[in-house]
Nanobody
Framework: VQLQASGGGSVQTGGSLRLSCAAS????????MSWHRQAPGKQRELVAG???????DYLDSAKGRFTISRDNAKNTVYLQMNSLNPEDTAVYYC?????????WGQGTEVTVSS
């Protein structure tokens, strides 16, 4: 399984971006799909994800600004990010879990300038 993340870029504070994570296989097979990010000098953290129960989970600072969604027909998971601020600057990774197997995308960089 390969995950291809895209959609990153440079925006100013208050701007928006939509990230895409396209899977090489059916995403309905995965128990969990999520977006994570890693800022320079910091640990990777969960930003948003679909839980195994079908619910969504968000980083506290992302609630109300970010929305995770999926298009099963396109095998793609999205992360709509609004009201971006410099603290959102990071490399964003998508992650999928199939049983005990974990797959990561290659990352897409998001830079938010003030």
């Amino acid at each position: 399984v390969q995950l291809q993340a895209s959609g990153g870029g440079s925006v100013q504070t208050g701007g928006s971006l939509r990230l895409s994570c396209a899977a090489s296989g059916s995403i309905t097979s995965f128990t969990i799909m999520s977006w994570h990010r890693q800022a320079p000098g910091k640990q990777r953290e969960l930003v948003a994800g679909f839980t195994s129960g079908g619910n969504t989970d968000y980083l506290d600072s992302a609630k109300g600004r970010f929305t995770i969604s999926r298009d099963n027909a396109k095998n793609t998971v999205y992360l709509q990010m609004n009201s971006l601020n410099p603290e959102d600057t990071a490399v964003y990774y998508c992650k999928a879990r199939y049983g005990s197997l974990i797959f990561w995308g290659q990352g897409t960089e998001v830079t938010v300038s003030s």
